[in-house]
């Protein structure tokens, strides 16, 4: 007869769920932290700010650092491959639903800027984020992360932003200067 070792012991916390907290959810103190350097500023703002008389056009511009891999504790490491495909299908999947609402005055929806990491690439997750961006919701460009452990050459730099460059224009997700030509 075998026994099951955990039979009978009291139930604890799941190691494994509390490594999945610390490595992808900041802490509380972590989120104070970032409020006390943000916080005084945008104070600082509303009282400072100048208010102008009659309509006012506002332009957004949000370009982030998309990166699926990310593990906020660690600028390193990257998160499995499984973990980047539910975060990439999650963002494609809820953008859309709390961005179709906010329209612009000409009826565009609010196009995000996907700085996607060139040395970070996998198919499907530039595939996924080609089709949420086909689909109206933003475009991607390029940034690129290297030199970090060892000084990049310039023909290893080149290759990668020419290769990720040209990955992205196959799937139409590039913006071009005055809509034509190649990309550069
Ligand atoms: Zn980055």
């Not at 955990?6 to 932290?33: I, M, Q, T, W, Y």
């Not at 996924?128 to 460009?141: D, M, N, V, Y």
């Not at 023909?155 to 990720?164: G, H, I, P, Q, V």
Request: aromatic share 10%; proline share 8%; glycine share 6%.
């Amino acid at each position: 007869m075998t026994e099951n070792p955990k039979r009978g012991a009291a139930p604890g916390p799941d190691p494994d769920a509390e490594a999945f907290s610390r490595r992808f959810k900041p802490s509380l103190l972590a989120k104070a932290a970032y409020a006390t350097r943000i916080v005084p500023r945008l104070g600082w703002h509303r009282i400072s700010r100048h208010i102008p008389a009659g309509p006012v056009h506002l332009i957004f511009a949000l370009a982030d650092h998309f990166e699926p891999a990310i593990i906020p504790t660690d600028g390193r490491d990257r998160a499995p491959a499984d973990e980047q495909e539910r975060r990439m299908e999650s963002w494609c999947r809820e953008y859309p639903r709390l961005a179709n609402e906010w329209r612009d005055s000409d009826g565009h929806s609010f196009q995000h800027t996907y700085f996607y990491p060139a040395e970070q690439y996998q198919k499907e997750l530039v595939d996924r984020l080609a089709e949420h961006c086909r689909e109206g919701w933003g475009e991607a460009a390029i940034h690129l992360h290297h030199g970090v452990d060892a000084p990049d050459t310039t023909d290893s730099t080149r290759r990668t932003l020419t290769a990720f460059r040209d990955s992205l224009e196959q799937r139409g997700c590039l913006s071009y200067l005055d809509g034509t030509g190649a990309a550069r």
